[in-house]
């Protein structure tokens, strides 16, 4: 698998911060893009059409493998990764079926939901973009900061 391949589709191995964001910004970026041109009232719209959930659940996987290697790279547990992807999964399909429509009248449940999604995007950002992972080979591989390693 070549290297763009594997930073957004594999799930085996670690990144460093730096890949991470170059991967979240392209991955942000090409996802912006897609929507503005396919479905511009996409960021307008009370309720998520079909296709825009369909796509939504498409982009969760290459962020969820960038997740998951920077997971890794922090030698967190191989489960944690998948599970900080969770809350937005619940976002998406809740906002397919319109759960999120009226914001001035958040149920419990609509609230939970909201605010499992702003710490799963706090911790995602804080913990893969900002802080280093762990020094040397860990349980996942070798440390993607060591150029000896990247070679091999």
């Known amino acids: ?3 763009a391949a594997q930073l957004f589709l594999g799930l085996q191995g670690r ?3 730096q890949q ?3 991967g979240f910004v392209v ?3 090409f996802e912006s ?3 503005w041109l396919t479905d511009p009232g996409y960021y307008a719209a009370p309720v998520a059409s079909l296709a825009s959930t369909v796509a939504n659940v498409v982009f969760l996987f290459p962020t969820t493998a960038l997740t998951v290697k920077r997971c890794n790279d922090r030698d967190w547990p191989w489960w944690l990764g998948y599970v900080v992807q969770l809350p937005l ?3 998406i399909i809740g906002d ?3 759960s999120f429509a009226d914001d001035e009248n958040l149920t419990a449940l609509q609230f939970a939901v909201y605010l499992s999604f702003a710490v799963a995007i706090l911790f995602i950002v804080i913990d893969n973009g900002l802080l280093e992972g ?3 080979t860990n349980r996942f591989g070798p440390d993607p900061l060591n150029a000896d390693m990247r070679n091999t």
């Open 1 to 3: 698998m070549d290297q």
């Open 96 to 98: 397919y079926f319109g």
């Open 134 to 136: 762990t020094t040397g």
């Open 89 to 91: 999964l619940a976002f």
């Open 15 to 17: 990144i460093g911060r």
């Open 33 to 35: 893009a897609y929507f």
């Open 27 to 29: 991955l942000m970026a």
């Open 20 to 22: 991470w964001w170059v």
